[in-house]
T-cell receptor
Framework: SAVISQKPSRDICQRGTSLTIQCQVD?????MFWYRQQPGQSLTLIAT?????????ESGFVIDKFPISRPNLTFSTLTVSNMSPEDSSIYLC??????????FGPGTRLTVL | EDQVTQSPEALRLQEGESSSLNCSYT??????LFWYRQDPGKGPEFLFT???AGEEKEKERLKATLTKKESFLHITAPKPEDSATYLC????????????FGSGTQLTVLP
């Protein structure tokens, strides 16, 4: 199994600012993902983080708003840019080992005032 | 489009009262069905992967089963520490191989 850590675990930010979330995996994973989970709701995939190239975004999510980097096989960052209160959510990093089993980090709880 | 529906939305059980959670799905070619447990304020914790109809997997008081249209998570003699939200997700055999999640069942086990 893979152990995934995220920093920060939570943050309170002002409208219009940006926050970068870091994700570290303790072993190599084939794929890394970023999800959003709004209170009481299930997980929505934001994008697939691709090593050394641009992330693949899902419908409704754009690179200018959620720039993602993945410089190596075990590390990725997600930036939430120009934040508004609607961006308040839990952001989850996930890594897949092999072709199937997918593990999740503990999440970053973001509140935008 | 892949779809996952979980029922019930919430379930309250007395300690020791066995029950089942349901996950119905439609997918264009099932590659795998996944069960996760999520505690409040934490990320989902992987429980099981099921690949084909008729497959069963067990872990402590939990047993997951799979048919061509749905999966069940059976909880036998639950304890209060089993209280959590249980999430079901499917992975299609398409090129994206993304996970599509259901909305979860919030389980509360009362002592």
């Amino acid at each position: 199994s893979a152990v995934i850590s995220q920093k920060p675990s939570r943050d309170i930010c002002q409208r219009g600012t940006s926050l970068t979330i870091q994700c570290q995996v303790d072993s190599q994973v084939t794929m890394m993902f970023w999800y959003r989970q709004q209170p009481g709701q299930s997980l929505t995939l934001i994008a697939t983080a691709n090593q050394g190239s641009e992330a693949t975004y899902e419908s409704g999510f754009v690179i200018d708003k959620f720039p993602i980097s993945r410089p190596n096989l075990t590390f990725s960052t997600l930036t939430v840019s120009n934040m508004s209160p609607e961006d308040s959510s839990i952001y989850l990093c996930s890594g897949r080992q092999g072709s199937d089993t997918q593990y999740f980090g503990p999440g970053t709880r973001l509140t935008v005032l | 489009e892949d779809q996952v529906t979980q029922s019930p939305e919430a379930l309250r059980l007395q300690e020791g009262e066995s029950s089942s959670l349901n996950c119905s799905y439609t997918v264009s070619g099932l590659r795998g069905l996944f069960w996760y447990r999520q505690d409040p304020g934490k990320g989902p914790e992987f429980l099981f992967t099921l690949y084909s109809a008729g497959e069963e997997k067990e872990k402590e008081r939990l047993k997951a089963t799979l048919t061509k249209k749905e999966s069940f998570l059976h909880i036998t003699a639950p304890k209060p520490e089993d209280s959590a939200t249980y999430l079901c997700a499917v992975q299609s055999s398409g090129s994206a191989r993304q996970l599509t999640f259901g909305s979860g069942t919030q389980l509360t086990v009362l002592p």
